[in-house]
């Protein structure tokens, strides 16, 4: 993959692939050959539609789950195989904030205990891991005075405040944020992205922002990848992807994000998919989003494409033998 600064996460070849509880189902590819590099303080948009890896992807980075096959590498060393023990300082670096908050936080705990808790598992003692559980309280907006407070006693936007503080207590370098914003009121998502941005720029993350709204992802990333039944079918800069998407998944799933110009949201074409995803464990052969491409040919049903820089000069890549062209725009 192509970025400007040294990777601080590279991804390569990453695949998982689940097995059935009953022994005659087929496996299934939830991951097939991902790779992707994010540099330090930039945000890596992953996005595509439920089910297509992204989520699983990411608790792969985090190893929330052990890869079948491929490497997660963090900082220039491996990390895809190392057992728990030897993930542990490497847990300071290397945080998770969750779609849904309430689920994520134990309701059992309080807020101090759910943002010390990072802490206390790397050493810090109950004092200080507490005096820090104040400090995040206030960098990510919330009233220090609630610490002693139950999950419950917050709306979902606080509670996804409590998840990044959470997040934040062991002052990570990267940050899996997966779908944070998808379980939240509009008006909140906007709340939680600035708060996201805000962080970033005052501390150096970098994150990999997983969701389904493609709105949301053009705010806050540098760069972005399209993700299709397990794989990546495009990457590149944010403004190439958005102003030109080559793959044509990538302008179907444009075609239908609403315009905030009413007369430019009735002009423009809507690009509409053939069928249902297939499923991951019957995956069609040759190119996989074959059977719904408006552009598919014979080729498409046996050879599957490589990702490849389509244009010489452009930085983006793209996963089609019939890539969408200058000429063709
Ligand atoms: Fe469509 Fe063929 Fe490109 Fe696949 S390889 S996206 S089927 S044109």
């Known amino acids: 993959m192509t970025t400007t600064a ?28 991902v790779s992707f590099d994010v540099a330090a303080g930039e945000t890596l948009g992953l996005v595509g539609e439920s089910g297509c890896g992204k989520s699983t992807t990411g608790r792969m980075i985090v190893r929330l789950l052990e890869p079948t096959t491929g490497s997660v590498s963090y900082d220039g060393r491996d990390i895809s195989h190392l057992s728990q023990r030897e993930l542990k300082p490497l847990r300071r670096d290397l945080q998770m904030v969750f779609q849904d908050p309430h689920s994520s936080l134990n309701p059992r705990q309080t807020v101090a205990r759910i943002i010390s808790d990072p802490l206390l598992v790397q050493g810090s003692s109950a004092a200080d891991a507490r005096k820090r559980a104040v400090e995040l309280m206030e960098l990510v907006g919330l009233i220090p005075e609630h610490i002693d407070r139950y999950p419950h006693e917050f709306s979902g936007g606080q509670a996804q405040r409590i998840g990044i503080a959470r997040a934040l207590a062991t002052a990570p370098r990267l940050v899996v944020a997966d779908e944070p914003v998808s379980a939240l ?57 958005y102003a030109a998407p080559a793959h044509p998944y990538t302008r179907a799933l444009l075609s239908a994000v609403p315009l905030p110009d009413p007369a430019a949201e009735r002009a423009r074409e809507r690009i509409t998919l053939l069928g249902d995803p297939p499923s991951p464990a019957a995956p069609p052969p040759g190119c996989t989003f074959h059977p719904r491409c408006p552009k598919a040919r014979e080729i498409c049903r046996t050879e599957a494409p490589p990702l490849r820089i389509a244009v010489p000069g452009d930085a983006r890549q793209v996963a089609c033998h019939f890539p969408e062209g200058p000429e063709e725009r």
């Open 6 to 33: 040294p990777s601080l996460l590279s991804v390569r070849d990453l695949t998982m692939t689940f097995r059935g509880r009953r022994a005659r189902s087929a496996p299934v590819r939830a991951v097939d050959g």
């Open 185 to 241: 009121d509009v008006s909140v998502q906007a709340q939680i992205v600035n708060l996201m941005e805000r962080l970033q720029r005052e501390l150096g993350l970098a994150y990999l922002f997983i969701a389904h709204d493609l709105s949301v992802v053009k705010r806050v990333c540098d760069r972005v990848a399209v993700m299709y039944l397990g794989r990546i079918v495009e990457i590149g800069p944010k403004e190439r992807v």
